[in-house]
């Protein structure tokens, strides 16, 4: 995967934006009063969605992000603002409409299947004074932004005109702008960079039925053609994404497990938006967007990805590179952290693996057997040669952290150089501590942070002194 660690452009989100309300609860009856399911409800979470998704999923990637849109004179509005702040941003460009209500879409979930959802919007098109009050935020602010997202939902924000305005200055700034649209006119968007429709969304804006390549490549030329394209691009949900600029081209989907569609399409914009503004090619951006959607597809409701959950999902399909798995102590503190919020059982070990045998694999294996996600601290070869004397390591520190990281078993590697991993320890605050069967009896450092101490015997016969003995004996 491309490399998009510690990247944060700044990207703009013009579009709808709505609640999205979950009550959750169980069914075990059906009412007496009519033939419908009476859900007892447990508890309820409200998320951003519509536009507000998309600055939820480019948030979750480290986008800065800020928001221009219309909001009603509502509750609902106010509970809007407050989700936005909740992951610092800015409220400061939303115009209200006092006669409009903010939309709200509410969803009753009950044993994780969707019963029945109740709407409460405005989807009329916004007065005349809301368009001129974003066009003039939009011409004072554009020069900040590497990236514009108009995300339609069709409630009425993003009329024709205002749509075809802020693509018109969008360009003149030189400032790509990517769409999801909506609606049968695709005419409003003409200049955008690219828009994402689906197949069923392509076919009716083209009139095109999209059966096969021939009438594939009928429709995305059309698109790119009378939209005035860079790039054309369409969804095929498992089949993957089409894109069109010199020539036709397909990228497969990697999606493993499909539980939730919701907002996938939010997730597909975002993560375009964040690789083309990060400076990548359109190709590598599409494969990065098909990882996250994968993520995400995997979820119950409207959900995001984060960096590393796609580094995680690309790893469960085989397809990331061991350099990715190798952490400084910052990116592993802060993984840690999401790692726990999504309920994984964090393991750590260390070690100096100078030449890997099979004894080394086999203690993993076994380590990783007592939880999730296996974090293995490796000696910099300052402590191995602290530890072991002059002439070690054989294999100096990335060879080794390298060769550890395309384990199955080893999830992440991190170097540290102090003589003990303690303050490795301690940023990781694993649930279980592993170490080799020689400390029974011992202390071990690190034993008061981590939850648990597991001691693993090692595998009679191996170790690289004995290696390095007989290579030398040989």
């Not at 709808?16 to 009550?23: A, F, G, Q, R």
């Not at 999606?255 to 907002?263: H, K, L, N, S």
């Not at 301690?426 to 069967?437: D, F, M, N, R, S």
Request: one cysteine or more; aromatic letters at 6%.
């Amino acid at each position: 995967m491309i490399d998009l660690q510690g990247k944060s452009p700044k990207l703009l989100v013009i579009g709808d934006l709505m609640i999205d309300h979950y009550l959750w609860g169980s069914c075990e009856r059906i009412s007496p009063e009519a033939p419908v399911q009476v859900v007892n409800v447990k508890s309820e979470s409200a998320v951003l969605g519509g536009a507000g998704n998309v600055i939820n999923n480019l948030n979750a990637l480290g986008a800065q992000v800020d928001v221009i849109s219309v909001v009603g004179g509502c509750e609902i509005s106010d509970e809007l603002k407050v989700l936005l702040k909740n992951i610092n941003v800015s409220t400061q460009h939303l115009i209200t409409q006092k006669d409009r209500i903010t939309s709200k879409k509410s969803r009753i979930i009950a044993s994780q299947q969707q019963v029945v959802r109740y709407d409460r919007e405005s989807t009329d098109e916004i007065n005349s004074e809301s368009q001129k009050q974003i066009l003039d935020t939009f011409n004072s602010i554009i020069t900040d932004y590497d990236g514009v997202l108009l995300s339609d939902y069709g409630k009425g924000v993003l009329t024709k005109e205002l749509t075809t305005s802020l693509i018109a200055i969008a360009n003149k700034n030189n400032k790509k702008v990517l769409v999801d649209p909506k609606g049968l006119d695709y005419s409003k968007y003409k200049g955008a960079y690219l828009l994402t429709p689906n197949k069923k969304e392509a076919s009716e804006a083209t009139q095109v039925n999209i059966k096969d390549d021939a009438s594939l490549t009928q429709a995305i030329t059309k698109l790119k053609t009378e939209c005035d394209l860079d790039v054309s691009l369409i969804t095929l949900s498992e089949q993957g994404v089409a894109i069109y600029d010199d020539k036709l081209r397909t990228h497969p989907t990697v999606a493993r497990e499909v539980f939730d569609v919701t907002g996938a399409g939010d997730t597909v914009l975002a993560s375009l938006g964040f690789a083309l503004a990060c400076g990548y090619e359109i190709d590598d951006a599409v494969e990065f967007s098909n990882l996250a959607a994968g993520v995400v597809v995997g979820k119950i409701g409207s959900a995001t990805a984060t960096l590393n959950e796609i580094i995680e999902y690309e790893s469960s399909l085989n397809k990331s590179t061991s350099d990715e798995h190798i952490k400084t102590l910052s990116e592993i503190t802060v993984l840690s952290e999401e790692l726990k919020t999504r309920n994984k059982k964090i393991i750590f070990t260390n070690g100096c693996f100078d030449i890997l045998h099979a004894g080394h694999v086999r203690y993993l294996e076994t380590a990783k057997s007592y939880g999730d996600i296996l974090i293995l601290g490796l000696n910099s070869d300052r402590s191995v040669t602290a530890l072991k004397g002059e002439g070690r390591p054989i294999n100096i520190q990335m060879d080794r952290a390298y060769i550890l990281a395309a384990l199955e078993a080893v999830d992440y590697v991190v170097v540290f150089d102090e003589d003990t991993p303690y303050d490795l320890i301690k940023a990781v605050k694993p649930h279980v501590l592993v170490k080799g069967g020689d400390y029974e009896g011992k202390q071990v450092v690190g034993q008061d942070i981590a939850d648990e101490l597991k001691l693993v015997q090692f595998v009679d016969g191996k170790s690289t002194t004995k290696t390095i003995e007989k290579i030398q004996k040989s």
